[in-house]
């Protein structure tokens, strides 16, 4: 070996060796530095980069029917978003996006542009977007676009309950209905969690800072079926009546649960509202919307007729041949009749009659019994917007005031109330809170809330509601309400026709407000059915019984409810029976319920002492005899048997063997009856039987 | 001037000559007296190299008692270095695969939950009584009539199921 070869190479490996140490010192230190010095930076910069906080999605619950079937339900979609400053080209950009996203190019390029120019790097292009939209838009595998996930409300059932479902905002927030009204506990509460990414995106860690909550879902006692026929068979009426507006609710008497509560106009809650639509169709008219409600609030008054006075109704009533003057204001009946039974007077809708009874119950009476039944107050049932109606104090009534009331004006009402106070006829006098919701969800997944009903609180004997049940039948069966009898089913009702005022020319129009209340099955009854048509030319016989009659006859088949009577098929004159039963004719100076009080208070300084024919004077009416049926829509094959003579407990056992119904009055031995012995009897008619010592 | 190998050579003359350098200094005193017509040697003209050839194959490695032991050392430990190294490595190299595959699965499971959510609007859709009162009206179905509606009411003999609660 050179012996000078070897310090060379000495030399040189030491040199090396030298500026491997330095380097590997500096590289000491500058790990040293990263590692320690600047270790806070560095993991603020290393998470934001591979750390990203990520709300956890906590769907709205859902709304069931009582059936179990969803009305509404949250899924989660994509949203849109890029960040402008990394778009490499924003006119191709907004170009595109427009194409797929079936928006205004031109819009989205001035919002990217302005982003740009503010150096902002972040701009919604489209939110919750349809899955279509989605797997076209990701095909593109653009690197500018981001995807987020969100939440979007469907209701599956399109228009079906819209009015009284609502709607939510765009975050998802309830605006109207009962996305409103439970928003509470149908709000899911989102949860926080931070992942760690790799280079490529994946997570590889992740930790949960804030457990999501679901919101709650919700069963109401809505039928779906039910709901889809009231909306159905209304939006019919409207058409066929042309009225401008409908509300019609079905209820439970029972337990005041609601079955159905369908508006006319309605919406689709799938489809944002458009700038300028009208509010009405948003609007849930049963709840909200009060009207006059006319010769259906005759059952109030008679109600209160039967508990506060002596008069029955077999008792005769003087109907004035059709004219009346009460307090200076004529008031014309509909159809003139001398005088009628009570129950005629319901069936017949006598408006003088009704006046003339209200004027027996007097003001004090009246006034406590239409509190009673709920009217002026709202009804409490989880919705928004209720109204509670409209119902003067009493001592801002006019002299004037009780007839009015009495036939169903100076006051007004929604839908669901008239259904409430229907209610109490049909379930034996009890006063039920309306209700909405069956059960929540327990935070349990697998148990449930089950909402508490509230207490029912008794206004009426149940003689009273059990006597206005069968006066109502007759309205059915010989009333003004014949259109509304159902095939297979004892039922009873009231019509009612209201005038509208017209503000403008301060007058009252010929267009009504058409009314239908009632309830079947007679003896046990199952459902209420309250349908309202605003706006409309025709009477409420004419106009709301056929829809009480086709939602009746589908609820009672829903529900299962077995028939009460045989099947029959009916008669040619079935339907030709008087169904004018307007509340208000001729009322001059009538006094709307909206008008100033002024008006009110200036009626009333000129009232006269009440007429000397006042009902009030009346003697006793003795067993009355009833009017000529002139339809004989349905015979039992029963003929009316000879109670003459016979005693209570014997025209009892008779009457239940032959399966007939029977009325008293009085006591002691029968020395009247009607119809008379032999006479064919109609399905459902009853016999009264006169008793006298 | 003396190079390197001369005080090296002078070195190793001092201490291969008996009397070091008291004996190696007359020497060439008396040689360059003696005989200065010559020319002076060349440095290191004495140092020859020379190859000698050494046959190593008939040459065997003695016998080592110990390298099997210390292979089989080296080999172990090796060995439990590297099994030590991926027992270290292991959890976090799981740890990851894990995260990996858990995410896929919240993705799935949350892909099928949307899924059936959309399935269950879906089938709500189907079954909403819009649809099917409009299919009935396309067949050409219709409600029943009352006299076709027939509720069962068995005796109270128990020879029937009561078909309602």
């Known amino acids: 070996m050179d012996a000078r070869a070897e310090p060379l190479?000495?030399?040189?490996?030491?040199?090396?060796?030298?500026?491997?140490?330095?380097?590997?010192?500096?590289?000491?230190?500058?790990?040293?530095?990263?590692?320690?010095?600047?270790?806070?930076?560095?993991?603020?910069?290393?998470?934001?980069?591979?750390?990203?906080?990520?709300?956890?999605?906590?769907?709205?619950?859902?709304?069931?029917?009582?059936?179990?079937?969803?009305?509404?339900?949250?899924?989660?979609v994509d949203s849109v978003c890029i960040n402008p400053l990394r778009v490499p080209d924003l006119a191709l950009a907004a170009d595109l996006l427009s194409r797929i996203l079936e928006i205004n190019g031109d819009e989205l390029l001035g919002k990217m542009a302005s982003a740009v120019?503010?150096?902002?790097?972040?701009?919604?292009?489209?939110?919750?977007?349809?899955?279509?939209?989605s797997v076209k838009l990701r095909s593109y595998h653009l690197d500018w676009v981001e995807f987020r996930t969100e939440s979007r409300r469907f209701y599956p059932k399109d228009s079906v309950g819209a009015n009284l479902l609502g709607g939510v905002d765009h975050l998802e927030k309830g605006n109207a209905g009962i996305e409103l009204s439970l928003n509470e506990g149908l709000e899911g509460k989102p949860g926080v969690m931070r992942t760690t990414s790799d280079v490529k995106q994946r997570v590889i860690d992740l930790q949960i800072f804030t457990d999501p909550q679901p919101g709650k879902n919700v069963t109401l006692s809505i039928d779906e079926r039910i709901q889809h026929v009231a909306e159905h068979e209304l939006a019919i009426a409207i058409d066929r009546t042309h009225a401008k507006t409908g509300s019609l609710v079905v209820m439970d008497p029972k337990n005041g649960e609601v079955l159905a509560m369908a508006s006319y106009p309605s919406f689709d809650p799938n489809v944002p509202p458009t700038p300028g639509e009208s509010?009405?169709?948003?609007?849930?008219?049963?709840?909200?919307?009060?009207?006059?409600?006319?010769?259906v609030f005759k059952v109030v008054t008679l109600s209160a007729a039967l508990e506060t006075t002596h008069i029955r109704p077999g008792t005769i009533i003087n109907c004035g041949n059709g004219k009346m003057t009460l307090f200076k204001r004529v008031i014309h009946d509909h159809h003139s009749y001398a005088s009628l039974s009570m129950a005629d007077v319901l069936a017949k809708s006598s408006n003088i009659g009704a006046i003339n009874i209200g004027l027996r119950v007097g003001e004090q009476n009246l006034y406590e019994y239409v509190r009673r039944f709920g009217f002026g107050k709202s009804t409490g049932i989880a919705l928004p917007g209720e109204s509670s109606g409209r119902l003067r104090p009493l001592k801002?009534?006019?002299?004037?005031?009780?007839?009015?009331?009495?036939?169903?004006?100076?006051?007004?009402?929604?839908?669901?109330?008239?259904?409430?106070?229907?209610?109490?006829?049909?379930?034996?006098?009890?006063?039920?809170?309306?209700?909405?919701?069956?059960?929540?969800?327990?935070?349990?997944?697998?148990?449930?809330?089950?909402?508490?009903?509230?207490?029912?609180?008794?206004?009426?004997?149940?003689?009273?509601?059990?006597?206005?049940?069968?006066?109502?039948?007759?309205?059915?069966?010989?009333?003004?309400?014949?259109?509304s009898r159902l095939d297979g089913y004892t039922s009873g009702g009231k019509t009612g026709t209201a005038q509208i005022y017209d503000f403008k020319a301060r007058a009252y129009t010929h267009k009504y407000n058409s009314s239908f209340m009632g309830f079947a099955p007679l003896n046990n009854p199952a459902i209420?059915?309250?349908?309202?048509?605003?706006?409309?030319?025709?009477?409420?016989?004419?106009?709301?019984?056929?829809?009480?009659?086709?939602?009746?006859?589908?609820a009672l088949r829903y529900l299962d409810i077995p028939k009460d009577l045989p099947d029959f098929?009916?008669?040619?004159?079935?339907?030709?029976?008087?169904?004018?039963?307007?509340?208000?004719?001729?009322?001059?100076?009538?006094?709307?319920?909206?008008?100033?009080?002024?008006?009110?208070?200036?009626?009333?300084a000129n009232v006269p002492e009440p007429s000397s024919q006042?009902?009030?004077?009346?003697?006793?009416?003795?067993?009355?005899?009833?009017?000529?049926?002139?339809?004989?829509?349905?015979?039992?094959?029963?003929?009316?048997?000879?109670?003459?003579?016979?005693?209570?407990?014997?025209?009892?056992?008779?009457?239940?063997?032959?399966?007939?119904?029977?009325?008293?009055?009085?006591?002691?031995?029968?020395t009247g009856q009607q119809p008379p012995p032999g006479t064919p009897l109609r399905q459902g008619e009853r016999i009264r039987v006169q008793f006298a010592r | 001037m003396a190079t390197l190998a001369t005080i090296f050579n002078r070195f190793m003359d001092a201490s291969s000559v008996p009397g070091g350098f008291?004996?190696?200094?007359?020497?060439?005193?008396?040689?360059?007296?003696?005989?200065?017509?010559?020319?002076?040697?060349?440095?290191?003209?004495?140092?020859?190299?020379?190859?000698?050839?050494?046959?190593?194959?008939?040459?065997?490695?003695?016998?080592?008692?110990?390298?099997?032991?210390?292979?089989?050392?080296v080999l172990g430990a090796s060995c439990v270095s590297a099994a030590l190294l991926i027992g270290l490595l292991l959890p976090s190299a799981y740890g990851l695969l894990a995260s990996y595959q858990l995410h896929n699965l919240q993705a799935e499971n949350q892909r099928l939950v949307t899924d059936r959510g959309k399935l269950e609007l879906e089938e709500a859709k189907l079954v909403s009584p819009e649809r099917l009162a409009r299919l009935a009206k396309d067949q050409d179905f219709d409600d029943p009539k009352s006299e076709n509606v027939v509720y069962l009411a068995p005796k109270n003999e128990g020879s029937l199921a009561l078909n309602r609660q």
């Not at chain 1, 060796?17 to 500058?30: D, K, N």
């Not at chain 1, 909405?436 to 008794?458: F, G, N, S």
Request: with cysteine; aromatic share 4%.
């Open chain 1, 9 to 76: 190479a000495n030399r040189r490996l030491r040199i090396l060796a030298r500026i491997s140490f330095v380097w590997g010192i500096l590289i000491l230190f500058r790990l040293v530095s990263l590692q320690v010095f600047r270790h806070d930076e560095f993991q603020r910069l290393a998470q934001q980069q591979q750390d990203r906080e990520v709300q956890i999605q906590a769907p709205r619950g859902v709304i069931f029917d009582r059936t179990g079937r969803p009305l509404a339900m949250s899924l989660p």
């Open chain 1, 117 to 133: 120019d503010n150096h902002r790097g972040f701009l919604w292009v489209k939110r919750k977007i349809t899955p279509e939209e």
């Open chain 1, 279 to 295: 509010l009405v169709s948003h609007t849930n008219l049963p709840v909200s919307s009060p009207f006059e409600p006319g010769s």
């Open chain 1, 396 to 483: 801002q009534w006019i002299a004037s005031s009780i007839g009015s009331i009495a036939m169903g004006h100076e006051l007004s009402a929604t839908t669901l109330q008239l259904a409430r106070a229907c209610s109490v006829i049909a379930n034996g006098g009890m006063l039920v809170k309306p209700r909405m919701t069956l059960t929540r969800q327990h935070p349990d997944p697998k148990m449930e809330i089950i909402e508490p009903t509230a207490a029912a609180v008794r206004i009426l004997e149940p003689e009273t509601a059990i006597t206005m049940r069968h006066m109502m039948e007759g309205v059915v069966l010989h009333g003004t309400g014949t259109k």
């Open chain 1, 528 to 554: 209420v059915v309250v349908a309202t048509l605003n706006g409309t030319a025709l009477m409420g016989g004419d106009a709301a019984s056929p829809v009480f009659k086709a939602v009746a006859t589908a």
């Open chain 1, 569 to 604: 098929v009916a008669s040619p004159d079935d339907g030709k029976t008087e169904s004018n039963d307007l509340a208000i004719a001729d009322l001059a100076a009538g006094n709307p319920l909206d008008e100033e009080d002024a008006v009110m208070e200036a009626a009333a």
């Open chain 1, 614 to 670: 006042s009902p009030a004077q009346l003697p006793p009416a003795p067993l009355q005899t009833r009017p000529a049926i002139s339809q004989v829509a349905l015979i039992t094959g029963h003929k009316a048997p000879n109670f003459n003579g016979k005693t209570l407990r014997a025209v009892l056992e008779q009457s239940a063997a032959l399966g007939v119904q029977v009325e008293f009055t009085g006591s002691g031995l029968a």
């Open chain 2, 22 to 73: 008291a004996e190696a200094a007359p020497r060439a005193v008396t040689r360059a007296t003696s005989e200065d017509y010559r020319l002076r040697t060349l440095p290191n003209e004495d140092v020859y190299f020379f190859v000698k050839r050494i046959d190593n194959s008939r040459v065997e490695r003695q016998a080592d008692p110990t390298a099997s032991a210390n292979s089989w050392k």
